[in-house]
């Protein structure tokens, strides 16, 4: 069964929608109280959204905005979808200054968004999501049929970023936000350089608490 990456992490969550288009008044106003709601509770650090839309929603970077001044450190999912709809880039509310985006890539050495991941100038990280036709093995075992593969898009490797941050929040309680944020892109496998398209890629979760 699969396991997060900081497992001894309190979890607070919240429905605050049907699925995973931010695309009706219910959806919005539930993204909307969600992130209000977390940004007055005092416990939370981080917050973690799979969530999102091709345009923007007043209402929603609004309350991302609120979420973010009480000092949240936020990830959103660059977006996942088809590939003939994947020119649309990052997805709202990835594309905020105020929040964190990620993405998925193909395993190896060149780096590539999966083929079903959005990727862009807004992406900051990137996870292995997908497995290449490399044969190399791979880490993650399937839940619903025990078969060794990568599972999930853009919205796993939000909440794999979220995790590795949490991780290297609880190692240096003192730290503020933008300091977990400038640890991780240390650790990922492109700096001191930026990718175009995938950010700072992949953080190195050992090196990024250490």
């Known amino acids: 069964m699969p396991v997060?990456?900081?497992?001894?992490?309190?979890?607070?969550?919240?429905?605050?929608?049907?699925?995973?288009?931010?695309?009706?008044?219910?959806e919005q106003e539930g993204v909307k109280k969600a992130f209000t709601a977390l940004g007055?509770?005092?416990?939370?650090?981080?917050?973690?959204?799979?969530?999102?839309?091709?345009?923007?929603?007043?209402?929603?970077?609004d309350a991302i905005?609120?979420?973010?001044?009480?000092g949240k450190l936020i990830f959103c999912a660059a977006g996942t979808s088809t590939s003939f709809t994947t020119f649309v880039g990052v997805i709202f509310p990835a594309w905020m200054p105020?929040?964190?985006a990620v993405t998925g890539v193909k395993e190896g050495a060149t780096p590539?968004?999966?083929?079903?991941?959005?990727?862009?100038s807004k992406v900051d990280f990137t996870v292995v999501m997908q497995r290449a036709g490399s044969g190399n093995s791979v880490p993650v075992n399937s839940y619903y049929d025990n078969q060794t593969n990568y599972v999930g898009g853009s919205s796993v490797a939000t909440a794999t970023t979220a995790g590795i941050?949490?991780?290297?929040?609880?190692?240096?309680?003192?730290?503020?936000?933008?300091?977990?944020?400038a640890k991780m892109r240390q650790s990922g496998s492109f700096y001191p350089n930026r990718n175009a398209e995938l950010g700072y890629g992949n953080v190195n979760a050992a090196a990024a608490v250490q």
């Open 4 to 26: 997060g990456v900081a497992y001894n992490a309190n979890l607070v969550t919240y429905r605050a929608a049907s699925n995973v288009v931010l695309d009706g008044y219910q």
């Open 40 to 61: 007055n509770n005092t416990s939370v650090k981080i917050i973690s959204m799979s969530m999102g839309y091709v345009f923007s929603v007043g209402k929603i970077e």
């Open 65 to 70: 905005k609120y979420a973010y001044s009480k």
């Open 98 to 100: 105020e929040t964190v």
């Open 112 to 120: 590539q968004k999966c083929d079903v991941c959005h990727s862009g």
């Open 165 to 181: 941050a949490a991780l290297v929040w609880s190692k240096n309680t003192t730290w503020t936000r933008d300091q977990v944020l």
